[in-house]
């Protein structure tokens, strides 16, 4: 099938006029909002520059060890985001292609699938990659203004991070594509969770330091740098497209421009042969797959065993499921109507594989992070730095958490879609089923970021006091983080939308993140400014006092509020 | 016009559509009818070319939809029963891009649009934003969409759910004009009444197979009921249920 690029244009053309249309809506329908949301993201570029900037300037001041590091922590960064974003492009790469009703109508019409696949591929990239340009914007200008680099260092990098983005997110639409064709929900599950835990393993025994003595650290500095530095040389690895984008962005800031031609070349070629592939071979595919995830069969209904298993739960679908069986025996008080709600909403998001591959994902890297904290425990000696570790680790923390919030928590409402009215009407009334839903995301929510807390404290070695200090920080900011996400879902439900990630990608789920993150920054300084630990003398009780009535107010404000406003709401709701 | 040879579609250990035979000719309006999950959304998406059957072939106007797909859809539209439309694009807008993505002359589209824009009661909503539009008006506009390019075969399933009665009545009306004209029409529906007053002939499907074909006299032959076709489909389905359960 020869592609026809008139029909690829159109589809970019009416697309844009979508996206175009969504932001006028948007910027119409509450310009405050809107004002806010673009205050917030000035306000991320400002400080992101300034902590990049600031923390490139510290390791700077390393005399004869600051450029390698800062060069060390480059080929890091952008290996450990080479590596998100493949995880970013397979899952949007998969939503966009097999669980899209625009691919679905595309597919009836006189388009090549080969087009359908390219429109798809474009638009998914570009959702998957957005952020990563974010992310790195402020970085690469605070590294050029740190080596006073002039402007066509900035041309130069742009070019090349485009070039970069082509690789992860053709591997991603690849892998989506051959998971569709290949792999039924189930089975999908099963690999991720293999995937995930055998990563978090070999990232565990990798990342492990080796024990430092005092004596190594006055007298062998370098044999101990070298030692650490072994541990990331991986990311050196001359196939990795990361090391070809740092490397070709470190030369140019040397001058050394020939290498920076020949990594944009190697990029470039890449880019070029990888991205045509894409564009010219993926179309079968593509449609192969689209078929198989439609017609619900998949490799494993070829295999014998798999049959067996299947018809082995069939006999068990009468039967009351095991998770029901588990609550109904951690909640024996628990009435019916409650339980089969909780029921439900646990299966749905269960059954939604990119929901909770993407919880694992974000709180597996932070545990596992957490529990190598131990090992650095003995150098963490000085109280300041043992206070700013703990009250970072609160913060990235909390940042995970609002991520999962908004992600997850916050398009529950608008996910009952045109269904809300079965939970609505039933006996037990919808300001009710907002509150199990507020109170189940809490509870689950609790668990993960208590957890991790209580293990940063054991790590860090904090005294009792001080871990009961976080305990009730952490346990305080979950409530009011779930609050806001509930309350924000409830007032800005879109009923119209299946896709949940559509649905937080709008006007609400935007703000819902853009408070998230304006509390976390306020709650976590007011914490640390209220800390009776935060300085050798004791803190004056007005400041502890004030402190704390900050951040109780902050969270009643912005959690409270909405979850009471949405509660009014699902009372009064008209279906 | 319609060719289905000997299609068939498994879904892992389950067969949807097993082994379906059937010949459509030019100009003529064909009803299916079946109990639910009997396998006629499955048969038309394969149809549509939306899914791949396990085996057999099905064509379009003399393509085959799986080796021929670009000929084969450019001569097939296909309504599903709840259409996508881009939201956030007027009906206007909308029926150009898919006029386009059809290749045809803005002349054509224009023509087209005018002729059934003002039949589907669709003026006064032409450029307000489909995301406001009600379930039977997106209906309609999903339908002006598909019969813009004057498809040979008309693919629909279950065409009257959200339309009012008039705008019924118009459908069918359209339908049965461009039936005349030469448009082959296959409809999917539960709704008998649809299939009794336009179908030329009808086509039963159960248990993915097609258990009976033929105009309404030859149905009510074939189950030995004479009443309506209510009675005839009922007799039918209970038959090869029986069958079935025979077998078994």
């Given at each position: 099938m020869s592609a026809t690029p008139g029909h690829l244009r159109l589809l970019i053309s009416v697309n844009l006029r979508q996206a175009w249309r969504r932001l006028q809506t948007a910027g119409e329908q509450n310009r405050l909002l809107t004002g806010v949301i673009f205050l917030f993201i000035a306000g991320y570029f400002m400080l992101a520059f300034w902590l990049f900037y600031r923390g490139m300037r510290f390791i700077e001041?390393?005399?004869?060890?600051g450029g390698l590091l800062v060069e060390r922590l480059f080929y890091l960064l952008f290996a450990s985001l080479f590596l998100l974003l493949l995880f970013s492009n397979i899952v949007i790469a998969y939503s966009n292609l097999f669980r899209n009703r625009e691919t679905q109508f595309l597919v009836s019409?006189?388009?090549?699938t080969e087009t359908i696949f390219q429109w798809k591929f474009l638009e998914s990239s570009l959702l998957a990659s957005w952020a990563f340009v974010f992310l790195i914007a402020p970085l690469l200008a605070a590294y050029g203004l740190t080596h006073h680099q002039p402007w066509h260092f900035y041309a130069i990098t742009s070019a090349l991070v485009l070039l970069f983005v082509v690789l992860p997110s053709v591997g991603g639409a690849w892998v989506a594509v051959n998971v569709a064709r290949y792999m039924e929900r189930k089975s999908f599950q099963v690999t991720l969770v293999l995937v995930a835990i055998v990563t978090v393993a070999l990232a565990t025994i990798w990342f492990r330091p080796e024990p430092i003595t005092d004596e190594m650290l006055e007298t062998r500095v370098l044999a101990v740098l070298d030692r650490m530095l072994m541990k990331t040389r991986?990311?050196?690895?001359?196939?990795?497209p990361s090391y070809w984008l740092s490397t070709g962005v470190l030369n140019w800031a040397e001058r050394a421009f020939t290498g920076t031609l020949f990594f944009t070349l190697v990029l470039l070629s890449n880019a070029l042969f990888f991205g045509f592939l894409a564009f010219t071979r993926m179309g079968e595919p593509f449609y192969a797959a689209s078929s198989a995830v439609h017609s619900r069969g998949?490799?494993?209904?070829?295999?014998d065993w798999f049959h067996r298993w299947q018809s082995g739960r069939s006999q068990k679908a009468l039967k009351i499921g095991p998770l029901e069986k588990i609550l109904r025996t951690v909640?024996?008080?628990?009435?019916s109507e409650y339980l089969a709600l909780l029921v439900k909403d646990i299966r749905v998001f269960w059954r939604d594989t990119t929901q909770w591959g993407q919880t694992l994902m974000l709180f597996g890297l932070l545990g596992v992070y957490i529990i190598n904290l131990r090992h650095f425990s003995q150098q963490l000696t000085n109280p300041f730095w043992v206070n700013l570790v703990s009250f970072l680790n609160l913060g990235a923390c909390s940042l995970n958490l609002a991520t999962l919030t908004t992600r997850f928590v916050y398009p529950q409402f608008s996910l009952e879609?045109?269904?809300?009215w079965i939970v609505g009407m039933a006996p037990l009334g919808l300001m009710r089923v907002v509150k199990t839903k507020f109170a189940l995301t809490t509870i689950s929510s609790l668990a993960l970021t208590l957890g991790l807390i209580w293990l940063s404290c054991r790590m860090l070695k904090l005294p009792n006091d001080r871990t009961l200090y976080f305990v009730f920080g952490v346990v305080v900011m979950t409530f009011t983080l779930n609050g806001l996400a509930t309350g924000l879902g409830v007032l800005y439900?879109?009923?119209?939308?299946?896709n949940p990630s559509k649905i937080v990608s709008g006007f609400g789920g935007t703000f819902c993140l853009v408070l998230s993150f304006l509390y976390i920054v306020g709650a976590v300084v007011l914490l640390a400014v209220g800390s009776?630990?935060?300085?050798r003398g004791a803190q004056p009780i007005e400041i502890l006092v004030t402190c704390w009535l900050g951040f109780a107010t902050l969270s009643m404000v912005i959690g409270w509020i909405p979850l009471k406003l949405a509660l009014r709401k699902a009372a009064q709701f008209e279906y | 016009m319609i060719e289905l040879v000997q299609l068939v579609k498994k879904f892992g250990t389950l067969t949807a559509v097993a082994g379906i035979d059937l010949a459509v000719p030019r100009g003529e309006f064909f009803a299916v009818l079946g109990p639910n999950a009997a396998g006629k959304t499955t048969t038309i998406k394969m149809m549509a070319g939306l899914i791949k059957p396990t085996s057999g072939v099905a064509r379009i106007a003399g393509f085959?939809?799986?080796?021929q797909p670009l000929e084969a859809r450019r001569r097939l539209a296909y309504v599903p029963d709840f259409p996508f439309l881009y939201?956030?694009?007027?009906p206007w807008e909308f029926l150009r891009f898919t006029g386009q993505l059809f290749q045809m002359s803005e002349e054509r589209i224009r023509r087209g649009a005018d002729e059934l824009i003002p039949r589907f009661n669709l003026e006064p909503y032409?450029?307000?934003?489909?995301?406001?539009?009600s379930h039977g008006t997106r209906q309609r506009v999903a339908i002006v969409s598909a019969l813009l390019h004057d498809p040979e075969v008309f693919i629909l399933d279950?065409?009257?759910?959200?339309?009012d009665p008039h705008h019924a009545r118009v459908l069918k009306d359209i339908l049965k004009e461009r039936s005349i004209a030469g448009m082959t029409i296959f409809v999917s529906t539960h709704q008998l009444s649809v299939a009794e007053e336009m179908a030329d002939r009808i086509g039963i499907i159960h248990n993915g197979k097609l258990i009976a074909v033929g105009t309404r006299d030859e149905l009510r032959r074939q189950s030995g009921s004479d009443g309506a076709l209510e009675q005839t489909f009922l007799a039918l389905t209970a038959q090869e249920a029986n069958l079935a359960e025979e077998n078994r």
């Open positions: 001041t390393f005399p004869g060890l019409l006189p388009i090549p991986f990311t050196m690895f001359p196939l990795l998949a490799l494993f209904g070829h295999w909640l024996p008080r628990l009435s879609g045109k269904r809300v439900p879109n009923f119209r939308e299946e009776p630990w935060a300085k | 085959d939809v799986q080796t939201d956030k694009l007027t032409i450029s307000k934003p489909i995301e406001g539009l279950e065409p009257m759910v959200g339309l």
